[in-house]
């Protein structure tokens, strides 16, 4: 079992930027895929980044391409979340998930360890 903490959330005008991290605990860290979600109010919860066990494939969802970048540091067992250009329609809270797998499409379902979420809230 891993444990995650979320860090990094906080208020942004429209088009600044934020770095998100997910410190996790325990030895498997470098053995699982990671990845990031947002819910924002009254809405399902959204995949947003994923990124493979040794960080050489990557996905993300189309809202966010060429805005976020996902990243890990397998020797600090943390995994980031660089978000630029940010949107109000970016606001929510954002989990932080660990995963034994990988594929392309990751749902809420393929991740059994999540953190408690840190919130972003992008103002216009």
């Known amino acids: 079992q891993v444990q995650l903490v979320e860090s990094g959330g906080g208020l942004v005008q429209a088009g600044g930027s934020l770095r998100l991290s997910c410190a996790v605990s325990?030895?498997?860290?470098?053995?699982?895929?990671m990845g990031w979600f947002r819910q924002a109010p009254g809405k399902e919860r959204e995949f947003v980044a994923a990124?493979?066990?040794?960080?050489?494939?990557?996905d993300y969802a189309d809202s966010v391409k060429g805005r976020f970048t996902i990243s890990r540091d397998n020797a600090k067992n943390t995994v980031y979340l660089q978000m630029n250009s940010l949107k109000p329609e970016d606001t929510g809270v954002y989990y932080c998930?660990?995963?034994?797998?990988?594929?392309?499409?990751?749902?809420?379902?393929?991740?059994?360890?999540w953190g408690q979420g840190t919130q972003v809230t992008v103002s216009s």
């Open positions: 990124i493979s066990w040794s960080g050489g494939r990557t």
């Open positions: 998930a660990a995963s034994l797998t990988y594929r392309a499409s990751m749902t809420p379902l393929d991740f059994g360890s």
């Open positions: 325990g030895r498997t860290f470098s053995s699982r895929s």
